[in-house]
């Protein structure tokens, strides 16, 4: 069985960069398609990213280029930067895995497996 388990900093301060790993267990990451999904206080799922198993990416579009999602085949590991940061990128992120993409966010039901998510609050 699949287990998808995120790790991250916590706190970051504005302007500065969010670094989020995603370890995988049960599962090859060359395999299905791996997402990053975010929560922000009071507010809905919002899709970040994703990267599939031959390694393409694709974001949201409101990111502006700050969102770089990578992986870490010896380790199992998908990565995400989020480059210069303010409050509104405060939220819960998660990794999640799925079995098709549509560019952009699935319907929750869809992703077949989720990390407990991890808080990352940006703050002076």
């Known amino acids: 069985q699949v287990h998808l388990q995120e790790s991250g900093p916590g706190l970051v301060r504005p302007g500065q960069t969010i670094s989020l790993t995603c370890s995988v267990s049960g599962e090859s990451i060359l395999t299905h398609y791996w997402h990053w999904i975010r929560q922000p206080p009071g507010k809905d799922l919002e899709w970040v990213g994703t990267i599939g198993y031959g390694g393409t990416t694709f974001y949201h579009p409101s990111l502006n280029s700050r969102a770089s999602i990578s992986r870490d085949t010896s380790k199992n590991h998908i990565n995400l930067q989020l480059n210069s940061v303010s409050p509104e990128d405060t939220g819960v992120y998660f990794c999640?895995?799925?079995?098709?993409?549509?560019?952009?966010?699935?319907?929750?039901?869809?992703?077949?497996?989720w990390g407990q998510g991890t808080q990352v609050t940006v703050s002076s």
């Open positions: 999640a895995r799925s079995a098709y993409v549509n560019g952009g966010m699935l319907k929750r039901e869809e992703y077949d497996a």
